[in-house]
Structure formats: C-alpha cells, structure tokens
C-alpha cells in the first residue's frame, strides 16, 4: 500500500535552482501577451470532488483547467468520465484538458488504467483519445470565445476580489491550423436518430406552451395564416399537436390562405393539402384587391417592388387574421405571431429547426401531421 503526506493547504514558497518560486494548490498561471489565456490546473479526484478547485479559479480568470489523472478503469467509467469533463467545462465556460495514467505500465497493483485523454471546450468534447493504447491529441480551444460566452452569460459571476496568485509565462505565437471540424448545420443534428429526437422535442416544447395559452384564454378556435412555407408550415403542425393533447376536434384550427400576388400555385396547393391533412377548417381570403386599394391610398407604384410592396401585403394579412380570430372568438394571430417572431428577427437557430420539421411534414405521408412525426 503506498502511503503519501498531503500537500500544502495553500500556496508558499520554495527554493528551486536557486530561485524562490511559488509551489502549492491554486496557482494561476497567466500567458504574457495573450490576455485570454489563463491556465489552471487540478490533480486527479479534484475533479470528481463536490467543489472542485477548478471552480474558483474559473471564477478568478482560468480559461483553460489542466488535469492530471491517475484513474483507474472500470466498466462503464469510461462514459462517466467523458459526461463529467464535458460537464466541467460547460459549467465553468473554458477549455479542460484531461490527461490521465496510460497502458504503460502505471501500477503495480490490480489497477489498470486506460489512458483516456479528452479535450474539452464549454460541454463540447474536442477530442478524445482511443483508451488502453498510449496516444497524443491535439485541438484547438476558442479562448475568445470562451471570454464572450462568459460575459454573456449571466449566470457566471466572476469573484470581485481575486485571492490566487498569479504566475506569469510566455508562450510562443505561431499561425493555427484547425484541426478540430466545424459543422454546417450547427444548431441541426448530422445524426438521423438525434435529430429526429430533437424535431420532436421542438414541436412538443412549442405545443405544450400553446396548448396552456388555448387552456387559459378558453378561445374556441385558433386562427393560423397558411402559405404553405417553411414558418406557417411550423405553426400548423404545433397548433395540430396542441389541439389532439387537448383532445379538442381539429376543425376548431382555422387555416386562412391569403393569396396575392407573389403566391404560386405550389405553395398555395401546399398550403391547401396541409390543412386537409391536419384535419382544420380552410378558408380562403384573396387579398389582392385590398393590397392595390392600399397601394392607391398611400400613393405607391405597384410596379415598385419595394418593401412598402412587401410589407403591405404582410400588413393586410394581418389585418384579416386578427378579425376572423375576432369573429370567430379565436386567439389566433397572437400564437401565430410568436411562432413567427424568431424568425422575423432572423434567428439562424430557428429557422434551422423549422427547415427541418417542415422537411418531416413533406416526406413523411403519415396521413395526419399531428401524429408523431419522424425526420426522414
């Protein structure tokens, strides 16, 4: 059994080839000319600890928590010890590097360790390497945007006095070659099985808020404008998804197509067999006489397409939208309007999820889109 005195509670000095240096738990060490780069590092079970040391020094500056690990293997450690580095880093917003005991031999005793090493970035792993072979890895970590996600997160509160000593280095700048890989679609899944999950998750999240709105505001109908794209398309299927969990009959959601003039005979038919599938009652209101009687009112060109020439039409769209929610004492629009809000402020995330759930509508022939409806 191999027996070892604890180390010092705190920092002190030492005397190492003739110079004093500091030496003990929680040191800083801050890269000269490189503001972002601040180094912390823990040892081993720090990390699987209640409060990890690397939580103060997070707070205190680190960016990147290095880690020197002499775990042993188990069945099903593995995949815990991947979660809980990944978490780390997510919960502090930095960079962690995990470096632990490899194949070569580390103990005499009946423990065999893997040399499972993983760099991970903000709950991302970057890398990881293959577990009983001895290997090096090599990413890349975001440091300034590991600064920025701090700052905008307010749940992340650096400490106002700073306690640890710092420790100044220098490290060489050299050009980067990205090995890490980016992916295209950020906010959508690669993985068929993911993002079929995560489609669901979406339409369910959205339908379970409308539904309670339907519940409390006791309206009759819902009143959703149809054009037969991507967001009206989302906005259907969610209002579908609430009715069948209010067990209410789907003849009750209102589809009004509004034709004009940039509507094309696919969209509109689009539009049109949507609502027949959904089971929702269709009505049709072309709008283009009272487009041309605005355009004639306000003086504007209709040859002039401009976004007063877009805009009117949005406008008289939501004109007889907001009525027949009136008229039919339906709550409507305003659903309607909250579904289209991410997206009219052009968030990239929404629309990425609304392709895709519009694409499962489109591909799947399951008869009624308010069933359960997988990516394909």
């Known amino acids: 059994m191999r027996q070892f005195t604890p180390g010092p509670q705190t920092v002190r000095e030492i005397t190492f080839e003739g110079k004093k240096i500091p030496f003990g738990p929680q040191i800083l060490f801050q890269a000269e000319g490189m503001e972002e780069l601040v180094v912390a590092a823990e040892i081993c079970e720090d990390v699987w600890s209640p409060v990890p040391p690397s939580i103060q020094a997070a707070l205190e500056g680190a960016t990147v928590i290095v880690n020197c690990s002499a775990s042993d293997e188990t069945i099903g450690k593995d995949t815990y010890r991947r979660a809980l580095i990944s978490g780390q880093s997510a919960r502090l917003i930095s960079g962690y590097i995990y470096a632990n005991a490899g194949e070569g031999g580390e103990s005499t005793t009946d423990l065999v360790f893997g040399g499972h090493n993983i760099i991970a970035e903000n709950g991302t792993v970057l890398k990881e390497s293959s577990r009983y072979v001895n290997e090096i890895i090599y990413s890349e970590l975001d440091l300034q945007r590991i600064t920025g996600e701090r700052r905008k997160n307010t749940t992340f509160q650096p400490l106002d006095e700073e306690t640890l000593v710092r420790v100044p280095f220098t490290v ?205």
């Open 172 to 376: 060489e700048e050299t050009k980067t070659f990205l090995t890490r890989t980016f992916p295209k679609k950020p906010f959508v899944p690669s993985d068929e099985q993911t993002r079929a999950q995560r489609c669901e998750e979406i339409l369910t999240i959205q339908a379970m808020g409308l539904k309670k709105r339907l519940a409390h505001t006791n309206a009759r109908t819902a009143v959703v404008g149809i054009s037969g794209g991507l967001d009206s398309t989302l906005a259907l299927l969610v209002t579908a998804r609430a009715f069948d969990m209010l067990g209410r009959d789907k003849k009750d959601i209102i589809a009004v197509t509004m034709p004009c003039f940039g509507t094309t005979d696919r969209t509109y038919q689009n539009a049109c067999e949507m609502s027949k599938k959904v089971g929702a009652t269709l009505i049709e209101v072309p709008i283009a006489d009272a487009v041309n009687v605005h355009f004639r009112d306000i003086g504007h060109d209709p040859e002039d397409h401009s976004v007063t020439y877009e805009n009117c039409q949005a406008r008289e769209r939501t004109q007889v939208l907001m009525d027949i929610a009136n008229k039919t004492w339906g709550n409507g629009y305003w659903n309607r309007r909250s579904v289209r809000a991410c997206a009219w402020m052009g968030n990239l995330q929404w629309r990425s999820y609304v392709y895709v759930r519009s694409e499962c509508f489109c591909t799947e022939d399951t008869g009624s889109p308010s069933c359960k409806i997988c990516c394909g």
